[in-house]
């Protein structure tokens, strides 16, 4: 079974203070400075795949095949995929911003799949802290006319054609078994980390080398255009994450503790 697992590298936004958040005269924030790092739920979304793979055997046997859309930076991430053994690492090169535009995104890994390397099942995060649209999966597989299973948190190995998968959904979890092709939207997995290589692998497959595709090869100028017109920036605003706390002054922890009660839980806790 041929997995396409699609990851996207973002800024770690946490790393920025207060004063950092000052926009300039595009209304754009400088990050430049902060470290970079695999959007988490793609993070989820790689190591689902590497766990699948582990299981290969018989007539699963799963073919990993990494794909991210950027500059030649994100070289170490797919090398390090290599060293965890994805059979490729595809880079689609591209300097054009396209955070904010799922669709061209879409496009781009739908035409990958469409004309270039067909596969049965492709993995993605269901959002990214940039964009953080939510999307992407869903177009993909809009585009490709494939079921899509949102909220995964798990995927194990069924039969030839098809993946025992398990999602969150509202009031519960459901595990339903998924015929091939489709599209898994990974969401709060439990295993949010993804394995790191050892030294020995990194130095055996680190020198692989990667499939590198220009994206003009993909003819999206027009799609570009398009969705950038109808998408205009006209601010930003922080979003508060403060909380309010209270100093319960008292003689001793029993004091404190007796005024605790009397004053917050008790009336809260004749409600229950």
Not at 16 to 23: F, N
Request: hydrophobic content about 40%; glycine content about 6%; aromatic content about 6%.
């Amino acid at each position: 079974m041929k997995i396409l697992v699609c990851f996207k590298v973002v800024p770690d936004l946490e790393m920025l203070s207060h004063e950092d958040w000052i926009a300039d005269s595009d209304l754009n924030i400088d990050v430049s400075f902060v470290k970079n790092m695999l959007n988490c739920f793609d993070e989820s979304a790689l190591e689902m795949a590497l766990k699948l793979s582990d299981h290969s055997e018989g007539f699963n046997v799963f073919n990993l095949t990494a794909l991210t859309i950027g500059n030649k930076k994100l070289d170490t991430y797919l090398k390090t995929l290599y060293a965890l053994r994805f059979e490729k690492a595809i880079r689609i090169e591209n300097n054009e911003d396209i955070r904010f535009l799922p669709e061209v995104v879409a496009t781009v890994i739908s035409k990958y799949v469409k004309d270039i390397n067909n596969q049965d099942v492709i993995i993605l995060g269901r959002q990214s802290g940039e964009g953080d649209n939510g999307k992407t999966p869903l177009l993909v597989a809009e585009t490709l006319r494939w079921p899509c299973i949102t909220q995964v948190i798990n995927i194990e190995p069924h039969k030839k054609h098809s993946l025992k998968v398990t999602s969150m959904v509202d009031g519960g979890i459901l595990t339903q078994i998924i015929k091939t092709p489709c599209v898994l939207s990974v969401g709060n997995a439990p295993n949010s980390y993804m394995r790191v290589p050892t030294l020995k692998d990194k130095m055996k497959y680190g020198k692989t080398p990667i499939d590198v595709l220009d994206i003009e090869e993909f003819n999206i100028e027009g799609l570009i255009k398009l969705y950038s017109s109808n998408c205009e920036l006209k601010g930003l605003k922080k979003i508060s994450n403060e909380r309010e706390g209270i100093i319960i002054a008292g003689a001793t922890p029993e004091e404190k503790a007796q005024i605790l009660y009397d004053s917050y839980l008790k009336e809260r806790l004749e409600k229950l």
